[in-house]
């Protein structure tokens, strides 16, 4: 049985519930794809792929000439990192409805594969509707193209996820 499998079936969550989980599964890079792309607050690395860590450079760069300073606040994520997020958010006493609107399962979250970012500007909250309103958003969404990214989850996407404006894929 898969993880995410598993932690479904552990959920009690009954086997219509993939059937209707519209996010389509992503499959985990491996260990050997990734390497450091920045560094968190706590000097922890944030992962992604080569590909993406080359198309961050030279996107990141061309965003600072243009007088826009964007930085990553996540990359790579497990599948058994995800578990973990959902398995302290049940502890807190959240539904699993509730989970759901802001975190993907495990096994289809596009940070599995080391070619999304959560993307900030220094002064605005992170992981929040208020990066829309940034300088740095509108330089991404003119400029992310040219350099393979693009936002996954516009507002009313068919994923039925959450408007995140900061979550960008890299697809060259
Ligand atoms: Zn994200």
């Not at 300073?69 to 959902?86: A, N, P, T």
């Not at 509108?138 to 900061?166: C, D, V």
């Amino acid at each position: 049985m898969s993880a995410s499998a598993t932690l479904i079936a552990s959920l009690g969550l009954g086997e219509n519930f993939l059937a209707h989980y519209r996010p389509p599964p992503q499959n985990e890079a491996a260990e050997h794809e990734l390497q450091p792309i920045a560094y968190a607050d706590t000097l922890k690395p944030i992962l992604a792929t080569a590909t993406t860590t080359t198309c961050w450079k030279k996107m990141s760069s061309a965003a600072a000439q243009d007088g826009i300073s964007l930085h990553v606040i996540s990359g790579f994520r497990s599948i058994e990192y995800q578990i973990d997020i959902i398995q302290r958010k049940l502890n807190a006493g959240q539904d699993m409805n509730q989970i759901l609107e802001i975190s993907a399962l495990p096994g289809f979250s596009e940070h599995h594969t080391g070619r999304a970012l959560d993307l900030g500007q220094t002064g605005t909250p992170p992981l929040t509707e208020e990066f829309e309103q940034t300088n740095a958003f509108n330089w991404l969404q003119s400029h992310a193209r040219e350099f393979s990214f693009s936002m996954s989850y516009p507002r009313g996407n068919q994923h039925g996820i959450a408007f995140e404006p900061w979550h960008w894929l890299c697809s060259p």
